[in-house]
């Protein structure tokens, strides 16, 4: 090669790592640089220079090459020259050991190896408090509030007792039909979702209760047609119930002189049915209407105070009909120590009218109960109201304004890489309810109430698009073929037809199949539950062969065969017993995956603080070989929700409320996901829940399950250790690689719950995705003073990968609070900040104090 073809190709400093490989030049020669770094010494790149032998018409004039990036290798940018004649380079000599904190330290060793075949995916969380609201909780939602006044439909599951014939069931529960009454049934359309009649229909003819020979009550349904075969104790049915009217209006309607209020359904603004209003002659001020519907601190999940700083709308549209008398309606929304009036007179021109007044949130937040009041007067004069409306204006996502701006940032910001959205009060929605506009929908009926579905499927599927994130949607084991096959027409169909032009309708013109990065669907949650009653199923066969029909109406639809890609389908499977989860493999081949559950054990009575989180610290980890056994492992394990569980015993409330939220479970939980991903090979994790406060109590407590936030009024200073944990654990992503550690410190070897004393603290992981090696690492002592030092040599090469690290781009994230028991629930104790690491050679040294979450991002050229 002519020495003046590299007077133009200089090559970068070599500790940022910018290298020239594999550049043709005229005559077919390549160069190579290889670096060669050795700390405190002077050292030279070693050149190497390749000739081949091309044709003259193939050969590049310099100036036209363009620099083509080699994998782990970088390239000057094209266009871009320096004169570098074999510069000599000073490598700093390594810096001296790393302290570590006060206290006891041990160091341990991290040893990296090879690929292995499983791979580390961003965790998940549920999001079913999103739904978590109804007319009557108009504010405890996360995303723009109607109230509508919409009749209601429901898919009502039943269950057969023994004694039923071919063309008369008998229902073994009764007390389902408390509320709604067995004369509801009578009219609907009934149809088997399994046993000797699946698949057949018929109309219901007559519904009574009836007390057998025992004196126990059945339900006795007489059908208008016989059926193959005399039903089965435990099959299962679902009756179509449509147009159900007797749902309350609010909360509280208040009634005085000669007015009255009725649904109408034959005239509305939004859906079919609207409140009919009546004010009569005499005194107008006398002739009231009041619609209150009440929210606040007592809800579980979602929005349930008025937020500091936020301006929120609350609005209603009226007609009134010309010639009437003067109407006046007065409108307030207070909550705490915020809330705002305005008071209008109606527009009488038979037209529909928007009415709203804003309410600025100036002051403090005080978790107490709020009231919206929609108050009429007047005499003389019709009225009818529709869509009740609460929009908080200053959480709007742009492009998608029913969904929360807050909620879209913390799922970016927090890294989730699935949504499963699962709300009991949906399980007897018909697939038509959960699309169209949401003040267009009917509300749904429930066993004990209704409920009203704004948050549908287009809701769930623009959150994911918005987010980066794949959905896991939970489906009713009560939908028919029927439903199943609008399912799939809306997901994959195109604008020509019919579900996919309401697709388009609804604001997604290309399919979903199509946006989305994958679509995972289950059939049902936890259907062995009996918690879920009448839609969950014993015998347990029962739930099998249902979701085995489900899931082969799906692949046999005409939309799955284009899809098949991206549509996963999930059977239930039960953490605590490892037999139903083999079963649910064995008995739906149809299913893709299998879900357990992923709640941590740990003790069940108090105990001195030390021994109590040591207890949490370490429990879980014991039992998972006898809860994950290899034999349920036939197809993929994916955990549907994940948290502290309920302990259970004698342990006090407040103490339970307190490990809900403490640093320890939030070590834990995380532990536990890196553990069924690095050891078990479980791709799909999610936590549960995204937002639940707690039932009313101050330090957050709900029973069994825990919000990763408390609510969205802290959730951006103060959020709780599990979501912390779970962002750490989120920048893992990719291979999972080998490694091995030496032994440090046990969870406390001084405690006097056994597996403290024997299960290490110290555990990690290594994850290699593309140009990215993250290590994630923990030091899961319940003393406060028992830090480790990390030593971890790099390798040089992982799979033919030569490995070199960009150094001066490393990060260390370390979780960490005052005590194992510390957290963020009313003072910000447990955080995240930047971690004390130095490297020798290619080793790096990283301090981990006591009770401590890390994660180690090193980039690679």
Same mark, same amino acid.
């Given at each position: ?6 007077n133009?190709?200089g ?20 160069l190579?640089?290889?670096p060669r ?5 002077v ?8 000739t081949?032998?091309?044709a003259?018409e193939?050969?590049?004039?310099l ?14 940018p ?5 004169e570098f004649p074999?510069?000599?380079l000073y ?12 206290g006891?330290t041990r160091d341990?060793?991290?040893?990296i ?7 580390q995916?961003r965790l998940?969380?549920?999001?079913g ?7 009557n ?5 996360l ?15 039943m ?9 008369q069931?008998r229902?073994?529960?009764?007390w389902?039909?408390n509320?709604m009454?067995?004369g509801t049934l009578?009219?609907?359309?009934i ?10 229909t ?6 009574v209760k ?6 126990g ?14 039903a ?12 159900y009217?007797?749902?309350?209006l609010a ?38 209407v ?35 008398g003067?109407?006046?309606?007065k409108l ?6 915020n ?9 009488a021109?038979?037209?529909w ?6 309410v600025?949130?100036?002051?403090a937040?005080?978790?107490e ?6 108050y009429?007067n007047?005499?003389?004069?019709t009225v009818?109201?529709?869509?009740l409306?609460i929009?908080?204006?200053? *959480? ?21 890489g ?14 038509d ?5 949401p ?6 009926l ?27 949607i ?5 939908? @028919? ?6 399912l799939?027409e809306?997901?994959?169909? *195109?604008v ?6 309401k697709?388009a309708?609804d ?6 199949t ?5 679509i ?29 029909n489900?899931?082969?109406?799906i692949?046999?639809s005409?939309?799955?065969g ?16 490892p ?18 559950s992923s709640?941590?054990?740990g ?7 030390r ?15 006898s809860?994950?056994p290899s034999?349920?492992?036939g197809?993929?394990?994916?955990v ?10 004698a342990v006090?409330l407040?103490?339970?409320?307190e490990?809900a939220?403490?640093?320890a479970?939030?070590?834990a ?9 690095r050891?078990?090979?479980m ?10 406060r ?7 407590y ?6 990763i936030f408390? *609510?969205l ?6 959020p709780?250790?599990v ?9 893992a ?5 080998t490694?091995?550690?030496?032994a440090?410190?046990?969870v ?8 403290a004393?024997?299960?290490?603290a110290?555990?990690?992981?290594? @994850?290699l ?6 290590? @994630?690492a923990?030091?899961?002592t ?12 790099l390798p040089?090469?992982?799979g ?14 370390v ?7 510390s957290?963020?629930?009313t ?6 900040s930047?971690?004390?690491w ?7 040294t990283?301090?981990?104090p006591a ?11």
């Amino acid at each position: 090669m002519n020495k003046r073809k590299l007077n133009g190709l200089g090559v970068e400093n070599l500790e940022s790592r910018w290298l020239m490989a594999g550049v043709n030049f005229f005559g077919g020669e390549s160069l190579t640089v290889v670096p060669r770094v050795v700390e405190g010494q002077v050292v030279r790149p070693v050149v190497r220079i390749t000739t081949k032998t091309v044709a003259p018409e193939q050969a590049t004039p310099l100036a036209a090459t363009k620099f083509s990036q080699t994998p782990g290798v970088k390239v000057r940018p094209e266009g871009t020259r320096k004169e570098f004649p074999n510069r000599r380079l000073y490598v700093p000599p390594a810096p001296t050991p790393l302290p570590a904190p006060s206290g006891m330290t041990r160091d341990v060793t991290l040893t990296i190896g090879g690929a292995t075949s499983k791979t580390q995916n961003r965790l998940g969380v549920n999001i079913g408090e999103l739904t978590a609201y109804a007319q009557n909780n108009l504010t405890s939602n996360l995303l723009t509030q109607i109230g509508t006044f919409e009749r209601a439909n429901g898919l009502i599951m039943m269950h057969a007792g023994m004694g039923s014939t071919a063309n008369q069931l008998r229902i073994k529960d009764p007390w389902l039909f408390n509320t709604m009454g067995v004369g509801t049934l009578v009219g609907a359309k009934i149809e088997s979702v399994n046993g000797a009649n699946n698949g057949m229909t018929a109309t219901i003819t007559a519904a009574v209760k009836r007390t057998d020979a025992s004196g126990g009550s059945y339900v006795e349904v007489t059908l208008d047609r016989t059926w193959r075969a005399a039903a089965k104790g435990g099959d299962s049915f679902v009756a179509t119930v449509l147009g159900y009217g007797n749902t309350k209006l609010a909360d509280n309607v208040y009634v005085g002189g000669s007015a009255s209020v009725v649904r109408d359904s034959s005239v509305a603004h939004g859906g079919a049915s609207s409140a009919k209003i009546v004010l009569g002659g005499g005194n107008a001020s006398s002739n009231i209407v009041q619609l209150q519907n009440y929210y606040g601190a007592d809800n579980t999940a979602g929005r349930n105070v008025l937020r500091q700083g936020h301006t929120y709308e609350v609005s209603f549209w009226a007609r009134v009909m010309p010639a009437s008398g003067t109407v006046t309606s007065k409108l307030s929304l207070y909550q705490g120590n915020n809330g705002g009036t305005s008071q209008h007179t109606l527009v009488a021109d038979g037209e529909w009218h928007k009415y709203s007044t804003i309410v600025a949130a100036n002051n403090a937040v005080k978790y107490e109960n709020g009231i919206a009041s929609f108050y009429f007067n007047g005499s003389n004069a019709t009225v009818n109201v529709d869509d009740l409306q609460i929009v908080d204006l200053t *959480d709007q996502q742009p492009g998608a304004p029913a969904l929360s701006a807050d909620v879209v940032r913390l799922i970016k910001e927090y890294n989730f890489g699935e949504l499963r959205f699962w709300q009991p009060s949906l399980r007897p929605a018909r697939f038509d309810d959960l699309i169209g506009a949401p003040k267009d929908r009917p509300a749904i009926l429930n066993m004990y109430n209704s409920y009203d579905p704004q948050f549908g499927l287009p809701e769930m599927l623009e959150l994911c698009r918005q987010t980066g994130t794949t959905p896991w949607i939970t489906l009713s084991t009560a939908w @028919t073929k029927e439903d199943i096959n609008k399912l799939m027409e809306y997901l994959a169909g *195109d604008v020509s037809t019919t579900y996919g032009a309401k697709r388009a309708a609804d604001g997604q013109v290309t399919p979903w199949t199509e946006v989305l990065a994958g679509i995972r669907l289950e059939a049902g949650n936890e259907s062995w539950n009996g918690t879920f009653y009448p839609y969950s199923f014993y015998p347990f066969e029962r739930y099998f062969e249902t979701a085995q029909n489900m899931f082969s109406e799906i692949k046999s639809s005409a939309y799955y065969g284009a899809a098949a890609n991206k549509v996963e389908l999930i059977v239930n499977g039960w953490q605590w017993v490892p037999w139903y989860t083999e079963q649910a493999v064995k008995l739906v081949p149809a299913a893709d995956a299998v879900s357990v559950s992923s709640y941590l054990s740990g003790p069940n009575t108090d105990m001195a603080t030390r021994d109590f989180y040591g207890a949490v610290l370490s429990q879980q980890l014991n039992d998972n070989k006898s809860q994950y056994p290899s034999t349920i492992f036939g197809k993929k394990v994916y955990v549907y929700e994940m948290n502290g569980g309920e302990l259970q015993g004698a342990v006090p409330l407040a103490r339970e409320s307190e490990y809900a939220t403490s640093l320890a479970n939030g070590l834990a939980v995380a532990r536990q996901a890196m553990v069924l991903s690095r050891d078990y090979g479980m791709s799909s994790q999610q936590l549960f829940t995204f937002i639940q406060r707690g039932n009313n109590l101050p330090a957050g407590y709900a029973l069994g399950h825990y919000g990763i936030f408390a *609510d969205l009024t802290t959730a951006f200073t103060n959020p709780r250790p599990v979501a912390m944990a779970a962002k750490l654990l989120n920048q893992a992503t990719g291979t999972i690689l080998t490694s091995t550690m030496t032994a440090g410190w046990q969870v406390d070897a001084g405690s006097g719950w056994s597996t403290a004393r024997t299960t290490s603290a110290n555990d990690a992981m290594v @994850t290699l995705d593309g140009d990215k090696l993250v290590i @994630t690492a923990f030091n899961s002592t319940a003393t406060d003073d028992t830090h480790v030092r990390l030593n971890v040599t790099l390798p040089a090469m992982i799979g033919g990968r030569e490995i070199l690290p960009d150094w001066s781009k490393v990060t260390m994230q370390v979780l960490n609070g005052p005590s194992i028991a510390s957290g963020n629930e009313t003072a910000a104790a447990v955080a995240i900040s930047a971690g004390q690491w130095v490297r020798n050679h290619s080793t790096l040294t990283a301090v981990l104090p006591a009770h401590s979450m890390a994660s180690i991002v090193i980039p690679l050229f």
